[in-house]
């Protein structure tokens, strides 16, 4: 043999022992529970999917999946403790997209980097929002809308539930793409925005369709948008998109771990969740909690992280929102 052609041998056997251990080690994993960080507190909605999620994977894996939320700061407890995790395999998030993408454009000091610090394993779904006006009003549509503020600049008051957060910023890019001029009211929490519109104290607020859609079903709101591309499912309203071309503004969550984390490990949870969210059982339970299930490769995960990345990044420089 010669030295060339050994040399090629050597290189090819120790290709398929690297793939060898790297296939074991996915097997081996994990031989102990997993933590999945949830950035937001207890019993909230991304709480609830959160732990749907967990148990199935617990069930599929054979070892505990020990949810620990860290809420608060747009997150940023949750995704910094997530970010200074071993890349092992057993520290992994449960991340809402304002978290992944809106935190770092917001804050000053977010203590993580979503393109150093973490990598997108798997995309769970999408959860699209929802505008809605009161029952009694006239509005029937974006453009009934759009047409009552713009005959009162500045005097039809918007509930945003929480400040800066996603159904925050996506009902002032809905006021800026038609002009309105709303004036915005900020909330602490999303049933507190509510609140002021059942009340007759704004006209519109935004938030994600399960928290909306008991309203308007008792007949107490009206649904006049959808915030994905396309119309929803069993929803009786337009996409805005239908009245402005090219908006959206949707939720979604992903699976994400730390940066370093074993490809063999990505790849199995991507599987895993893949499978886990194209269940018959799991897409009905995330159904009732507005979320579609979404299944993408881990390059698939990651293009899309990019894409959500870039969508809000365009958003948060057109409303000129500073970092605090």
């Not at 805005?240 to 949707?250: C, D, K, M, P, S």
Request: charged content about 15%; glycine content about 10%.
């Amino acid at each position: 043999m010669t030295c060339l052609s050994r040399r090629h041998a050597l290189h090819a056997a120790f290709l398929l022992l690297m793939l060898g251990s790297t296939t074991a080690m996915a097997q081996a994993w994990p031989h102990k529970p997993v933590r999945m960080i949830v950035p937001v507190g207890a019993g909230s909605a991304p709480d609830v999917i959160a732990r749907i999620v967990g148990d199935k994977l617990a069930a599929a894996w054979g070892q505990g999946v020990v949810v620990d939320n860290r809420p608060g700061a747009g997150g940023i407890p949750g995704m910094s403790a997530l970010a200074r995790s071993a890349p092992d395999g057993y520290a992994i998030g449960f991340v809402p997209a304002a978290m992944g993408t809106i935190t770092p454009l917001v804050f000053k000091n977010p203590q993580f980097n979503p393109d150093t610090d973490l990598t997108p394993a798997a995309t769970v779904g999408i959860s699209p929002l929802m505008l809605v006006v009161p029952a009694a009003s006239d509005i029937r549509s974006v453009s009934d809308l759009a047409k009552h503020a713009k005959a009162q600049p500045g005097k039809v008051n918007f509930a945003a539930p929480q400040l800066n957060s996603l159904p925050h910023l996506a009902g002032e890019m809905v006021s800026k793409a038609g002009d309105m001029g709303m004036f915005t009211v900020p909330y602490r929490t999303p049933p507190e925005a509510v609140a002021a519109v059942l009340a007759g104290d704004a006209l519109l607020t935004v938030d994600g369709v399960p928290g909306l859609l008991p309203h308007v079903k008792s007949g107490r709101l009206r649904a006049v948008g959808v915030t994905s591309a396309k119309r929803l499912p069993g929803i009786d309203a337009p996409a805005v998109a239908e009245t402005y071309a090219g908006y959206e503004a949707i939720g979604w969550f992903q699976i994400i771990v730390p940066a370093g984390t074993p490809a063999a490990i990505v790849e199995r949870i991507n599987a895993d969740v893949n499978r886990i969210t194209a269940s018959p059982e799991v897409t009905a339970r995330l159904g009732e909690l507005g979320v579609y299930p979404r299944q993408d490769s881990v390059a698939g995960a990651r293009e899309f992280f990019v894409q959500q990345q870039a969508a809000m990044k365009h958003l948060v420089t057109e409303l000129g929102v500073q970092p605090q």
